[in-house]
């Protein structure tokens, strides 16, 4: 038997061990399972899309220090994340780490935060895909009108071609999904070159393009930019601590959804090494990167002032105020509405595997069909489209995205912090044998800081303008509350445990003989 034969089959055992037959088609290498996290990441995503939070609240020094103070804080949940996923790597990962290390109970609450975090994921992402697509392809290069109604998504609604776009984006993401997980992979591995080599692209054209002498200070000089003289995207406040933190959404929006390693571990070989190392991995590169990159948005300005006065144009007026050639501006353009789109179709499978995971459990309505996996194209199918047709749904009132986008940072945070928790009282007593990716004596000391930190930038994802998500989450806490002790508390048996696993394994047998890779 080859090495690899043999890692094959340590993984497969690993997840008999855990009740669970091995259906899924185990194609991604340590990279692919790399570049799917690093593909949500995307620092030419939230990057771009959310850097007006953090200009607009305490200008360059809200951005540059900023971006290492939430990098910092997603690294460490990493770590934390990293160290249960080498102990329990599974598909629906964050939930099976709930269940095991707290009870079915707080597997099933993380589950529902999660869940719904990529849900909304997919469509914040989608959305800030057609707003570059709109903005940098339709109008600037193109040079087309996109102010009518159509072309937007505002509270009065969305419009049909934002509607129009919406869907071709989320239905070719799906169908990539549905028909060719190996494509997937491919797109998926393409992806992260793609990111890297058109981040560095841009910083450096940037810098050689500058239309200012380049001055640091930018980096560290706070600003109070909120209210007008940011364009009104934070709300006005004296508060510069406050402002800072607002401002924080700019990292916590970007630097989120590297839970997809986890939820690729079925799928990933060796996976107790590859995953954790995947996952973190993914976090500290985009935060290097992603700080010469916001780092550079700032020093190329022709003014300060001036690109926060710009508000949600931003980026587009400090490309149109760099003096590079036309021609390359357009080629960046596209590299990173491309970037953008391989984005999303990242998000697609985090979030199906996520929903197969809970539903091979029973935890969701119709769990018999959205676990289902394909025998043909060894996906599951159901749950590619499930996923796919509720980011659409959440897409309809236009008003919502907002809420949407940073709703998706808030739910993820928590369902990052919960299983860490957690983790704090079962380790040492439940929770006995780690994996490979072991932090020793800094795993309850890096697992303190992660809950901090996590909490912390949950807790910037509903500070105003985006108050909304906070109504959101109370109301999600209190519906759940009341779901989970009305019904769920009977019926929802959890993850398979003790004698379970063992009445399992002939069930397993059977399951794996419909599947050839």
């Known amino acids: 038997m080859s090495k690899q034969d043999k890692i094959q089959e340590h993984d497969k055992q690993v997840l008999h061990k855990m009740g669970y037959a091995q259906e899924l088609s185990r194609r991604m290498s340590g990279f692919s399972n790399f570049a799917i996290s690093f593909s949500i990441i995307c620092i030419l995503a939230g990057g771009i899309t959310a850097?007006?939070?953090?200009?607009?609240?305490?200008?360059?020094?809200?951005?540059?220090?900023?971006?290492?103070?939430?990098?910092?804080?997603?690294?460490?949940?990493?770590?934390?994340?990293?160290?249960?996923?080498?102990?329990?790597?599974?598909?629906?990962?964050?939930?099976?780490?709930?269940?095991?290390?707290?009870?079915?109970?707080?597997?099933?609450?993380?589950?529902?935060?999660?869940?719904?975090?990529?849900?909304?994921?997919?469509?914040?992402?989608?959305?800030?895909?057609?707003?570059?697509?709109?903005?940098?392809?339709?109008?600037?290069?193109?040079?087309?009108?996109?102010?009518?109604?159509?072309?937007?998504?505002?509270?009065?609604?969305?419009?049909?071609?934002?509607?129009?776009?919406?869907?071709?984006?989320?239905?070719?993401?799906?169908?990539?999904?549905?028909?060719?997980?190996?494509?997937?992979?491919?797109?998926?591995?393409?992806?992260?070159?793609?990111?890297?080599?058109?981040?560095?692209?841009?910083?450096?054209?940037?810098?050689?393009?500058?239309?200012v002498p380049l001055d640091l200070s930018r980096l560290t000089t706070f600003t109070n930019f909120s209210g007008d003289a940011g364009g009104g995207v934070v709300p006005p406040t004296n508060n510069m601590l406050y402002g800072f933190v607002l401002g924080l959404i700019l990292v916590i929006y970007t630097i989120t959804g590297y839970d997809a390693s986890a939820h690729t571990s079925e799928e990933t070989h060796d996976a107790q090494v590859n995953v954790p190392k995947g996952m973190w991995q993914a976090v500290f590169y985009s935060m290097i990167f992603g700080f010469f990159m916001v780092s550079t948005f700032v020093l190329v300005m022709p003014s300060v002032e001036e690109g926060a006065a710009q508000g949600w144009n931003v980026f587009y007026w400090l490309m149109e105020s760099s003096k590079m050639p036309d021609w390359w501006r357009y080629v960046l353009y596209v590299g990173i509405v491309g970037a953008n789109y391989l984005c999303g179709l990242a998000c697609v499978t985090s979030c199906s595997r996520m929903m197969y995971a809970f539903a091979r459990d029973e935890g969701l309505p119709f769990s018999k069909v959205l676990a289902n996996v394909?025998?043909?194209?060894?996906?599951?199918?159901?749950?590619?489209?499930?996923?796919?047709?509720?980011?659409?749904?959440?897409?309809?009132?236009?008003?919502?995205?907002?809420?949407?986008?940073?709703?998706?940072?808030?739910?993820?945070?928590?369902?990052?912090?919960?299983?860490?928790?957690?983790?704090?009282?079962?380790?040492?007593?439940?929770?006995?044998?780690?994996?490979?990716?072991?932090?020793?004596?800094?795993?309850?000391?890096?697992?303190?800081?992660?809950?901090?930190?996590?909490?912390?930038?949950?807790?910037?994802?509903?500070?105003?303008?985006?108050?909304?998500?906070?109504?959101?989450?109370?109301?999600?806490?209190?519906?759940?509350?009341?779901?989970?002790?009305?019904?769920?508390?009977?019926?929802?048996?959890?993850?398979?445990?003790?004698?379970?696993?063992?009445?399992?394994?002939?069930?397993?047998?059977?399951?794996?003989k419909k599947y050839k890779d």
Request: include cysteine.
């Open 51 to 211: 850097f007006p939070f953090a200009l607009s609240s305490t200008g360059g020094g809200g951005v540059a220090i900023g971006w290492l103070v939430g990098g910092t804080f997603a690294l460490i949940v990493s770590f934390a994340m990293g160290q249960i996923a080498s102990s329990y790597p599974t598909a629906g990962g964050l939930y099976h780490w709930g269940s095991i290390l707290g009870g079915r109970a707080w597997g099933w609450v993380t589950a529902w935060f999660n869940l719904l975090g990529l849900v909304f994921v997919i469509s914040s992402v989608d959305g800030g895909l057609f707003q570059l697509f709109r903005d940098l392809i339709v109008h600037g290069i193109f040079n087309v009108d996109v102010s009518a109604a159509t072309w937007q998504a505002t509270t009065a609604g969305s419009g049909l071609i934002w509607l129009a776009g919406m869907a071709f984006f989320i239905v070719t993401h799906a169908a990539i999904n549905h028909f060719s997980i190996r494509w997937t992979t491919i797109l998926t591995d393409i992806s992260g070159y793609w990111i890297l080599a058109v981040s560095i692209l841009l910083t450096i054209s940037l810098l050689v393009f500058s239309p």
């Open 374 to 512: 394909s025998v043909q194209y060894r996906v599951p199918v159901v749950s590619v489209w499930v996923s796919a047709a509720l980011a659409f749904l959440s897409c309809l009132y236009g008003g919502a995205f907002l809420v949407l986008a940073t709703g998706c940072v808030v739910f993820l945070y928590i369902s990052y912090v919960i299983p860490v928790a957690v983790g704090i009282f079962a380790e040492g007593k439940t929770w006995k044998e780690k994996g490979p990716f072991n932090l020793g004596v800094f795993s309850k000391p890096n697992a303190v800081l992660a809950i901090i930190g996590g909490l912390i930038l949950a807790w910037v994802g509903f500070q105003p303008p985006n108050q909304l998500v906070g109504y959101l989450l109370v109301g999600l806490i209190v519906f759940l509350a009341i779901l989970w002790f009305a019904s769920e508390n009977k019926r929802f048996q959890g993850v398979p445990e003790g004698d379970r696993i063992k009445q399992r394994q002939k069930m397993i047998a059977e399951i794996e």
